[in-house]
C-alpha cells in the first residue's frame, strides 16, 4: 500500500467515530479512490453517511467543530447533505443521504431501470466502498444489488450505443477543428465505456469514468488493450485519433451483439455510417 493511500484510510478511520457516535447515523462509509486502493497524493478523501432520520443543522456541523476540522463548505439539495473540511492538510468531501433515499434509489434501478448515473454511483459506492460502520446495512444493500437486471441493461444500451456519424468526425479532423474534434472524441470514448460497463452487468462508478484502469479492470467483456487505445485517441494526430475511435466503436458494436444477442444495433449503426449527399 503506498503512503497517500495508508494515510487516507487512516484518517477515515480516525474521522468515522465522529459521526458514529450519534445514534441518528445508520452507515458510515468510505467510498471513492481511498476505498478503491487507487489514491495518490492529489486525492480527497470521500465519506458516505447514512441517517436514519433527516439531521439538524447542528447534527451536520457537530463532527466537525468538536473535532476541530476546519470547515470548507456545506451544500444541501432536495436529497443529499454534502460539506468538505480539512484534517491534518487533506480534503475530505462527505455526501449524506437518508437510509430511504437510499432504499429508494435501489428500487429505481433494479425494478424501474432507471439509468440515473447518481443512483449507480451510490450503488458502486456501496460495492466497493470500505465499511467504517454497521457493516449490516451495507451487506444487505450489497446483497439487493447482487444481480443486474437485463432490462436495466437493454435501458442502458438504448441510451448510450449511439455515436456521431463517423463522417462527421472524419470532417472534423480534416478541418483541423480541434476543440470540437476534442469534444466528440471524448464523448465517444465515454460511450464506449457506458456501453460496456452495461455489457458487464456492472452500474456506473462515476459519469465521465474517472478511475479509468481501475474500471476497464473490472470488465471481463471489452476490446483488447482499451485503456491504452482510449489514451491513444486523446494523443495521436487528428485522422488516426478518429480511426481508432472509429476501430473501438466497431469492436463495441459487435461485443454487444455478440453478448446481447436479442437488442436490435441497426438502427445505430445506420446512425453510425450515415453520410451526407454532396
Known amino acids: 500500500m503506498n503512503h497517500a493511500l495508508e494515510t487516507r ?3 477515515a478511520a480516525e474521522i468515522a467515530p465522529a459521526y458514529a457516535a450519534n445514534p441518528n447515523v445508520a452507515v458510515v462509509l468510505l467510498a471513492g479512490s481511498v476505498a478503491r486502493g487507487t489514491a495518490d497524493q492529489f ?3 470521500e465519506i458516505d453517511i447514512f441517517w436514519h432520520t433527516p439531521p439538524s443543522a447542528a447534527e451536520l456541523l457537530a463532527p466537525i467543530t468538536q473535532s476541530g476540522w476546519s470547515l ?9 447533505w ?3 473540511f480539512y484534517v491534518a492538510g487533506i480534503k475530505v468531501d462527505t455526501s449524506q443521504f437518508l437510509v430511504r433515499t437510499l432504499d429508494q434509489w435501489i428500487d429505481d434501478v433494479l425494478v424501474r431501470a432507471d ?3 447518481e443512483k449507480q454511483i451510490r450503488i458502486t459506492a456501496i460495492q466497493h466502498g470500505q465499511v467504517l460502520y454497521n457493516p449490516a446495512q451495507i451487506e444487505r444493500w450489497r446483497a439487493q444489488v447482487a444481480h443486474y437486471p437485463a432490462a436495466l441493461q437493454h435501458a442502458m444500451l438504448a441510451e448510450h450505443l449511439w455515436f456521431q456519424p463517423r463522417a462527421v468526425l472524419e470532417m472534423l479532423a480534416a478541418r483541423d477543428n480541434a476543440l470540437l474534434l476534442a469534444r466528440s472524441l471524448v464523448d465517444g470514448a465515454q ?6 460497463t452495461a455489457l458487464n452487468r456492472l452500474y456506473l462508478p462515476h459519469p465521465y469514468h474517472k478511475w479509468l484502469d481501475w474500471e476497464i479492470a473490472q470488465l471481463r467483456i471489452a476490446p483488447p488493450d482499451l485503456a491504452e487505445r482510449i489514451r491513444q485517441i ?5 485522422p488516426a485519433a478518429v480511426a481508432h475511435l472509429h476501430a473501438l466503436v466497431e469492436e463495441t458494436f459487435a461485443l454487444v451483439e455478440h453478448t446481447v444477442p436479442g ?7 445506420a446512425a453510425f455510417v450515415l453520410r451526407r449527399v454532396s
Open 9 to 11: 484510510r487512516r484518517l
Open 43 to 45: 486525492s480527497d478523501i
Open 72 to 80: 470548507l463548505q456545506q451544500h444541501v439539495d432536495e436529497y443529499e
Open 82 to 84: 454534502a460539506d468538505s
Open 115 to 117: 439509468i440515473e448515473v
Open 191 to 196: 460511450r464506449i465505456l457506458d456501453v460496456l
Open 234 to 238: 486523446l494523443r495521436v494526430a487528428p
Open 263 to 269: 437488442y436490435d444495433t441497426s438502427a445505430a449503426r
